[in-house]
Nanobody
Framework: QVQLVESGGGLVQPGGSLRLSCAAS????????MGWYRQAPGKQRELVAT??????NYADSVKGRFTISRDNAKNTVYLQMNSLKPEDTAVYYC???????????????WGQGTQVTVSS
């Protein structure tokens, strides 16, 4: 019903930058929130940044380095990542809280994940 397609991951040197994109498609009435999470090997998935109703929320570890933004017309969310560190290495997952039809409950969807590797 709803697909989240991520792009923009890759290999970057410490101190470098990457921009992730995530486009939501399908039968969508409205999107309540979108965000990014990440999971490093052997660790639990953790919140990176979310945006909802013009408000943003960041993990302390990325504040001042990452910026989340959203294009509502395109149902797309972006994550600009600057000053990347080796500890930012993880699979990054897009997340969306969506209403499929008016008056129906919100549903949560996940993208397939995109690998970000920070290494020299």
């Amino acid at each position: 019903q709803v697909q989240l397609v991520e792009s923009g991951g890759g290999l970057v040197q410490p101190g470098g930058s990457l921009r992730l994109s995530c486009a939501a498609s399908g039968s969508i009435f409205s999107i309540n929130a979108m965000g990014w999470y990440r999971q490093a090997p052997g660790k639990q998935r953790e919140l990176v940044a979310t945006t909802s109703g013009g408000n943003t929320n960041y993990a302390d570890s990325v504040k001042g380095r990452f910026t989340i933004s959203r294009d509502n017309a395109k149902n797309t969310v972006y994550l600009q990542m600057n000053s990347l560190k080796p500890e930012d290495t993880a699979v990054y997952y897009c997340n969306a809280i969506v209403r499929l039809r008016f008056g129906t409950p919100l549903r949560e969807y996940w993208g397939q994940g995109t690998q970000v590797t920070v290494s020299s």
